[in-house]
């Protein structure tokens, strides 16, 4: 894949690290590329940061055709960017696509377009200790037609933003509440695609949660509200004991890069870990006679993010006394440390 490059004539000054937030500032530069039916996918560039114009007709906006991917560039210690397990990014776009009737673009070329933008915009990696350069690959439905089949037009682009420490003041274990009425994916739905719509569908159980006093919800299966599937928008770890469970890829949960890694390292540790069902009833069980050791959901965004307490049937289940648990620290720091450059031992960073 050919791709253009036209950079900005009035290029920005990236911000300080102290007024860095999450996704509100963008970069110089931005890939796109078109998809038409018969020619493919035509066009790719890296062209100034700007507004789309888009039909109001645009498929996306009428039936959500749109997904997406998030990943992070780092600049190590060394003052080199590295982008952390993009190929595996790159893949799960690719391999996410066809569920939406989406045309996927391949992981390389898709993986040379992030290497692409992330370089013409260097400069807005930043170098303070836990901040990162996000980096948001998109894929939309153009073709204006109200008509209800898939898009015969698509745009993929990348799109970059700095962004601060997620943990600025130390990591503080988060409250949970355990939902019972609404539900994220079933069987045979989206749930295992980075879909727009499943984010849609989720943000109401998280604002009824908050209003609470929660962070965030833990999900159970839509079919018998039993089984716990993941943590808000994160993977879901539980250590029973020196158990470590996380439930298993069956369709209705994201396949997470993160959850990959910890599973990589706990393999590597030789901690004793599953991939099973794992049901509300085992872990409030668990909790009963105190074998509940930690609990933490896992994503790009925080890496890990440990659970202090879980809210079910209104019982307060109190975790680890509410600090981090030793397991999802040494996880925390491991894999950060890599992040940050320091020993790959496992391949997962790729020099921009
Ligand atoms: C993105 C996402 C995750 C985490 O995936 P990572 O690849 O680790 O960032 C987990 N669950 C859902 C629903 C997600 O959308």
């Known amino acids: 894949m050919e791709i253009e490059i036209r950079r900005t004539e009035t290029p920005r000054t990236p911000p300080a690290p102290g007024e860095l937030g999450f996704g509100r500032v963008f970069s110089d530069h931005m890939f796109v590329a078109d998809w038409t039916d018969g020619r493919g996918w035509h066009d790719a560039r890296v062209v100034p940061y700007a507004p789309f ?67 013409a915009d260097a400069a807005w990696v930043p170098g303070a200790p836990g901040t990162a350069l ?52 079933a069987r045979g739905g989206l749930g295992a695609v980075k879909a727009g719509a499943n984010y849609a569908s989720s943000l109401r159980a998280a604002l009824d949660a908050q209003k609470l006093g929660y962070a965030q919800v833990l999900w159970l299966d839509a079919s018998e509200h039993r089984w716990c599937e993941e943590m808000g928008v994160m993977n879901l770890f539980v250590r029973i004991g020196d158990r470590v469970i996380t439930p298993p890829l069956e369709g209705t949960i994201l396949d997470g890069v993160t959850r990959a890694s910890v599973l990589d390292l706990l393999a590597e540790w030789g901690v004793p870990h599953s991939e099973r069902r794992l049901s509300i009833d085992e872990v409030v069980d668990a909790h009963r006679d105190g074998s509940l050791a930690e609990v933490w959901g896992c994503g790009t965004a925080a890496v890990i993010s440990p659970v202090g307490e879980l809210c079910w049937q209104g019982e307060k289940l109190k975790i680890a006394d509410g600090a981090m648990g030793p397991l999802a620290r040494r996880l925390y720091d491991t894999i950060t440390g890599v992040q940050y450059g320091g020993a790959d031992t496992r391949g997962w960073m790729t020099a921009v």
């Not at 109200?146 to 988060?174: C, H, K, M, Q, T």
């Open 53 to 119: 114009e888009l039909d109001p007709a645009a498929a996306v906006f009428h039936y959500g055709q749109a997904m997406f991917e998030g990943l992070k560039a780092f600049r190590g210690q060394d003052g080199q960017v590295r982008l952390f397990r993009v190929d595996r990014h790159a893949r799960r776009m690719h391999d996410g696509a066809s569920r939406l009737c989406m045309p996927p673009m391949e992981a390389e070329d898709l993986v040379a377009a992030i290497r692409a933008v992330v370089k």
């Open 134 to 185: 996000y980096i948001r690959p998109t894929l939309i439905a153009t073709e204006p037609f109200l008509g209800v089949r898939p898009s015969r037009r698509y745009a993929l682009f990348v799109i970059l933003s700095p962004v601060g420490a997620y943990y600025p003041e130390g990591i503080n274990p988060v409250k949970i509440w355990v939902e019972q009425r609404y539900v994220r994916a």
